[in-house]
């Protein structure tokens, strides 16, 4: 058994904040035993392979995932140059330097991350990108979403700017995942109609990947209604929903904020449907990122009054940490309460 197979079944049968728990615990203990071949194992099942780890906190991932980076760059300061070991650990370098991008986007997710602690994350990420020439359109749209995820529209705009103004890169995503980014971005600005012009060649299959169209749909879907087109809108949930339930195993950080949007389109009964069935799951992966715990209040909250009291809660949470009233603002729009601010 590969000791990443042995890692993950040893955490299958745990719960989310169980998990995270014993890892810290591993990695420390790792640390002390200068076990530095744990450790690397370890590191990268927390942040994930091909998409990132959802069950894990973003900032216990980026403690893995920066000394990952750091370990990997002093191996290959110190191998000879031009030999087969600074090739390999190159390679690996810049498999990790691929994954700033997965976690640095997401950072707000964990409210026990603070703006300094953000912006020494995005210090580090712009020093190997730029002094390994990783990409600065990569770096620009990382930042882009980070900023979507603090409610920052001058930040985000001046990042999106970076983005369009540069050349795909060595960093950059696939055809799908730039779409997709290009309609999260109009999303966030309200320009709904161009969400929707944007999202064409995704809903078409044009564009698709691994993650697309599964994380454009909510976007598309919100944009459709806020346009009064609540029956395409809906059609096109409907759709979403059947899709990742699909592969709820990979996709169920997805499933929230679609069941939030239920409620938008006459499909409450949908909505306790999917609730009758994952609550469970999402309320376990909400246990470590603040996000999906608020992803997962809106979707309850059409059902249950403290659920939209928690809400409050989570939007001041992360308004007071980010500096303006974003998620507040959020609330007041979906649910038409007056009492919170």
């Given at each position: 058994m590969k000791p990443s197979q042995f890692i993950a079944a040893q955490f299958a049968p745990l719960d989310c904040r169980e998990r995270q728990s014993l890892a810290i615990e591993q990695f420390n203990q790792a640390m002390q035993n200068d076990d530095t071949a744990t450790a690397i194992d370890l590191s990268e099942f927390v942040v994930g392979d091909e998409q990132l780890n959802a069950t894990f906190s973003l900032g216990f991932q980026w403690h893995c995932l920066t000394w990952l980076a750091r370990h990997y760059h002093q191996q290959y300061?110190?191998?000879p140059d031009n030999s087969p070991e600074e090739d390999l650990y190159l390679e690996k370098l810049f498999d990790v330097l691929w994954k700033f991008k997965w976690v640095?986007?997401?950072?707000?997710?964990?409210i026990n991350m603070t703006l300094a602690e953000i912006q020494q994350a995005n210090e580090l990420m712009t020093s190997f990108y730029e002094h390994f020439d990783f990409g600065a359109s990569a770096?620009?749209?990382t930042l882009m979403h980070q900023n979507l995820h603090m409610g920052d529209v001058q930040a985000a705009k001046r990042h999106f700017e970076a983005w369009q103004?540069?050349?795909?890169?060595i960093g950059s995503d696939c055809p799908a995942c730039e779409q997709d980014s290009l309609v999260a971005y109009h999303h966030f600005i309200g320009d709904y109609a161009r969400v929707v012009e944007l999202a064409q060649p995704i809903l078409s299959g044009e564009m698709r990947c691994g993650e697309v169209p599964h994380i454009t749909y909510q976007w598309v879907i919100d944009s459709l209604i806020r346009l009064n087109q609540t029956e395409k809108a809906r059609e096109i949930l409907l759709q979403a929903i059947d899709l990742i339930t699909d592969e709820i195993d990979v996709h169920?950080?997805?499933l929230a904020p679609l069941i939030a949007l239920c409620s938008r389109v006459d499909e409450k009964h949908t909505a306790q449907a999917l609730l009758d069935e994952y609550n469970d799951e999402l309320l376990d992966l909400s246990h470590n990122n603040r996000l999906y715990y608020w992803y997962y209040l809106l979707a309850v909250a059409p059902?249950?009054?403290e659920g939209l009291r928690e809400a409050e809660q989570v939007a001041k949470q992360f308004d007071e940490r980010n500096g303006?009233?974003?998620y507040q603002d959020q609330l007041a729009l979906k649910f038409g309460t007056t009492w919170l601010h």
């Amino acid at each position: 058994m590969k000791p990443s197979q042995f890692i993950a079944a040893q955490f299958a049968p745990l719960d989310c904040r169980e998990r995270q728990s014993l890892a810290i615990e591993q990695f420390n203990q790792a640390m002390q035993n200068d076990d530095t071949a744990t450790a690397i194992d370890l590191s990268e099942f927390v942040v994930g392979d091909e998409q990132l780890n959802a069950t894990f906190s973003l900032g216990f991932q980026w403690h893995c995932l920066t000394w990952l980076a750091r370990h990997y760059h002093q191996q290959y300061s110190q191998t000879p140059d031009n030999s087969p070991e600074e090739d390999l650990y190159l390679e690996k370098l810049f498999d990790v330097l691929w994954k700033f991008k997965w976690v640095i986007a997401r950072l707000p997710y964990d409210i026990n991350m603070t703006l300094a602690e953000i912006q020494q994350a995005n210090e580090l990420m712009t020093s190997f990108y730029e002094h390994f020439d990783f990409g600065a359109s990569a770096l620009a749209k990382t930042l882009m979403h980070q900023n979507l995820h603090m409610g920052d529209v001058q930040a985000a705009k001046r990042h999106f700017e970076a983005w369009q103004a540069s050349s795909n890169d060595i960093g950059s995503d696939c055809p799908a995942c730039e779409q997709d980014s290009l309609v999260a971005y109009h999303h966030f600005i309200g320009d709904y109609a161009r969400v929707v012009e944007l999202a064409q060649p995704i809903l078409s299959g044009e564009m698709r990947c691994g993650e697309v169209p599964h994380i454009t749909y909510q976007w598309v879907i919100d944009s459709l209604i806020r346009l009064n087109q609540t029956e395409k809108a809906r059609e096109i949930l409907l759709q979403a929903i059947d899709l990742i339930t699909d592969e709820i195993d990979v996709h169920l950080p997805l499933l929230a904020p679609l069941i939030a949007l239920c409620s938008r389109v006459d499909e409450k009964h949908t909505a306790q449907a999917l609730l009758d069935e994952y609550n469970d799951e999402l309320l376990d992966l909400s246990h470590n990122n603040r996000l999906y715990y608020w992803y997962y209040l809106l979707a309850v909250a059409p059902f249950n009054d403290e659920g939209l009291r928690e809400a409050e809660q989570v939007a001041k949470q992360f308004d007071e940490r980010n500096g303006n009233s974003f998620y507040q603002d959020q609330l007041a729009l979906k649910f038409g309460t007056t009492w919170l601010h």
